[in-house]
């Protein structure tokens, strides 16, 4: 039987709220939004008019109250609008005051959970009405609430302990609505200039967001994915690095996944390792990504650490969540190991042309720009040239990078956006050059990437 929640059910991290789940409601809510967001400009504006001074519109936009109510707002909603707050927290966090990005930086937390009478109704929809009687336990009380689906511990009759993710009500038909009204907040607030095509993305993120919403396809990415690592072996310690669950068909759907309940603790509880088991785990997550773009030419694009999980007892790393897993190109797995070699070998031709051939550079960029770019895209690769362990707790490359990002930006008025493919890539390795660095690592980089700097 089903749990009942009066008896065994354990309180949730917050207070559950029903999602939106019509397109109306929805717009309505980010309507709202703007509405108190121009309220607050309005008001503060005329505070510094009164105190003689010039009000500058992206200050008044960028205020810790706005950001405040952007954030609360996308948890509540959840799906793609709450997604792509976690994107824009994620990657333009380093370009936000402090207090900004620590804000926004709930987005990355828990979402708020929906109530058990609107979960109720969305299993029936997926399950049929009399789902309960079909299983010996199911806890009412979400184990994790992300942006798209929370997810819950369930036991089948015949013992096997499952987690199973729920989608939350309305999320697929919200998708293209909300990237197109959430994007008109991104640009309200300054984040990205006027001057910047953002089109293609905004199509990507579309895509990408109707992929991760179709859960049959993640158990598809899922299943490839686990048989690709397991077939490829990467070891810590000694014995194999990384557990993978296995999905539940019978109880699998569009908007609902089964798949391995696994116990496991959040990344975090690595910090307490010693330092050969710090090292090691992070070596085997960059061999990891380097398989990922040039051996299984599938990338799960998603670093947010809440896809990582620790057995302590075991050493092991636990994946989750493959919904943003993707393919990558031929050419771009090809033109990255040129990038890659180009960079162990200091070889700043080859580099621009890999760049070329990638996207990352065209011919409307002039010679200055180029060698801008060039000189990031070394520096970054600074670990691939170091022989032996890089230490990335010592490092301070993530802060040079953003420095000289920001000066490509603003001095060499370098605008450009890359292919969506390389965007993937980039993102995943800076989520690992941040963990990395968060674990106070030492990873010899040219042994995680193995032949590839040679073939």
Not at 251 to 268: N, Y
Not at 376 to 395: L, V
Not at 412 to 424: I, K, Q, Y
């Amino acid at each position: 039987m089903a749990e009942k929640p009066t008896k065994t059910a354990v309180s949730p991290p917050r207070s559950s709220k029903a999602v939106p789940s019509s397109r109306l409601s929805r717009i309505g809510r980010l309507g709202t939004l703007a509405g108190r967001i121009a309220g607050n400009v309005v008001s503060q504006g005329a505070g510094q008019l009164l105190k003689g001074e010039k009000p500058v519109l992206s200050s008044l936009l960028l205020t810790p109250k706005n950001i405040s109510n952007i954030a609360d707002q996308l948890a509540s909603m959840r799906g793609a609008a709450m997604k792509l707050g976690q994107l824009i927290s994620m990657d333009a966090g380093d370009f936000l005051p402090e207090e900004l990005a620590a804000i926004l930086g709930r987005l990355r937390d828990d979402a708020d959970p929906m109530p058990k009478d609107q979960l109720i109704s969305t299993l029936k929809q997926a399950w049929g009405e009399k789902w309960q009687d079909d299983l010996l336990y199911f806890s009412f009380a979400p184990v994790a609430a992300a942006s798209i689906g929370q997810v819950h511990k369930v036991i089948t009759m015949d013992g096997k302990m499952l987690a199973v993710k729920v989608q939350y009500p309305g999320v697929k038909k919200s998708i293209d609505s909300d990237v197109d009204n959430v994007a008109t907040l991104i640009k309200l607030t300054g984040l990205v200039p006027k001057s910047l095509d953002i089109g293609p993305l905004l199509q990507e993120a579309k895509a990408q967001l109707h992929q991760e919403a179709d859960y049959e396809r993640e158990a598809d990415m899922l299943n490839r994915y686990r048989n690709l690592v397991e077939a490829t072996e990467i070891r810590c310690e000694e014995q194999s690095a990384f557990i993978i669950p296995k999905t539940y068909a019978p109880l699998t759907t569009s908007t609902v996944l089964a798949m391995d309940f696994i116990e496991a603790q959040d990344l975090d509880v690595l910090i307490d390792e010693p330092q050969e088991i710090r090292d090691a785990v992070m070596t085997a997550l960059m061999t990891l990504f380097f398989n990922e773009i040039f051996h299984f030419k599938l990338l799960q694009s998603d670093p947010n650490l809440a896809n990582y999980q620790f057995k302590s007892d075991t050493k092991e790393i636990v994946l989750l969540d493959f919904g943003a897993t993707r393919e990558v190109p031929e050419n771009i797995s090809q033109q990255y190991q040129t990038l890659l070699k180009s960079a162990a070998d200091n070889d700043k031709s080859l580099m621009q042309q890999a760049a070329y051939n990638i996207g990352l550079i065209d011919d409307s960029h002039s010679q200055m720009q180029i060698n801008a770019v060039i000189d990031i895209g070394m520096e970054a690769c600074e670990a691939i040239r170091f022989e032996g362990a890089y230490d990335f707790g010592k490092s301070d490359l993530i802060a040079r990078l953003h420095e000289k990002g920001m000066a490509l930006t603003m001095k060499h008025n370098f605008w450009h956006t890359p292919p969506v493919d390389a965007l993937f890539i980039h993102r995943k390795l800076g989520g690992l050059f941040l963990l990395a660095k968060r674990l106070q690592a030492k990873v010899n980089m040219r042994k995680a990437a193995g032949d590839w700097l040679s073939s």
